[in-house]
Every structure is written in C-alpha cells, then in structure tokens.
C-alpha cells in the first residue's frame, strides 16, 4: 500500500495486522482519486472510517488543506499517526480514536470532501450517510465518496444532497454523492 501522486509519492504506509481492516486496493484508490481529482486542492477532508488512513493521507498528498480521521480502534488511529508523521502531513491532519456515529453527532465543523469506506454489510454506511445528511457536515457544492460491495444498494439522501455516478471495480463500488449550494442570482 503506497501513496500513489503528490508531496508524499511512492511512500509505503503502514498496515494493520488481521482481518479487521480492509485496505481499499491500489487500483480502486487510483480510480477514485481520478474521479476527484479537481476537488481536493485545498480541501478540508473528512476520512470517517480511517483505518490506515490511506484516503486521507492521498488527499492531503495531493494538496487538501487538512484532514480529519477517525476510527474506533485504538492501533489504527496510532498507525494512522505513524504514517502521517512517515509523509510528513501531521500539521495538517487531526486523528480521532473514536465512534464515527458518536463523532457525527457531535460534529460542528463542515468538510467539501468526506470519505466514507467502514466495514461492509455492517450498516455503518447507511448509518453515517445519513447521520452526514442529517447534521449537513458537508459544506456546499462538496462531494461525499461512499465504497461498498458492488451489489449494495444505498439509500437516497433528501435534498440538498443528490447521488452522482457509480463506478464498480470487480466486487467493489464507488458511489459518489453531492451537496448542491444555494443559487444566487
């Protein structure tokens, strides 16, 4: 597992040992980060489900201007500060050891891009999407990336927030969803 473009390019991260976390694949990764590509500079990111960290630590690579990441588990959030201080992006990142729900439910602040990758079949997705749309953390025009088994269906999220594409890799699915912001005329 690597960063794959950007100030930190080519570096290996850490992994967590066992089978409690799911890695997003290299290939899945450079997708995704192809689908955003033009929304990260800058960017205040929210990675829900950390897990190594890698989404984030991609974003913050390529020029958002901080990430927030959160996880339940107490080995991955400290990897995950291992391997920003192994890129060199912990002046822009802030590491939660925490319940995703519980922190989107305190959540005061707003993030433009929020990646959302918990575990499979364990309805945390659904659960955070909506918790998402509910508290309306994400900022106007910003984009929430959701990846789930390709063959599960997400519920619609009320307006302001519509789903955009969907793009599968093999059992894995992208689901990109949207804010849209108030029209001035």
Do not use: W
Not at 103 to 108: I, K, N, T
Not at 168 to 173: L, V
């Amino acid at each position: 597992m690597r960063v794959i473009s950007g100030s930190a390019r080519g570096r290996r991260l850490k992994e967590l040992q066992g089978m409690d976390t799911r890695p997003t694949t290299d290939k899945v990764k450079e997708s995704l980060f192809n689908i955003i590509q033009f929304e990260i500079e800058s960017r205040r990111v929210l990675d829900l489900f950390g897990g190594t960290g890698q989404l984030g630590i991609e974003a913050l690579s390529r020029g958002a201007a901080h990430c927030t990441f959160v996880d339940a588990r107490r080995e991955a959030a400290s990897l995950i500060r291992d391997n920003l201080r192994l890129c060199g992006l912990s002046e822009r990142s802030r590491v939660i050891q925490g319940d995703a729900l519980s922190f989107l439910d305190a959540c005061r602040e707003k993030f433009q891009l929020i990646f959302l990758d918990p575990p499979y079949q364990t309805g945390l997705l659904e659960k955070s999407m909506q918790a998402v749309a509910r508290f309306d953390i994400l900022s106007e025009h910003g984009i929430m990336i959701c990846e789930s088994a390709a063959d599960q269906v997400l519920p619609p999220l009320a307006p302001p927030y519509f789903q955009g594409r969907e793009y599968r890799y093999g059992k894995i699915k992208l689901t990109v969803f949207h804010r849209a912001g108030s029209e001035r005329g």
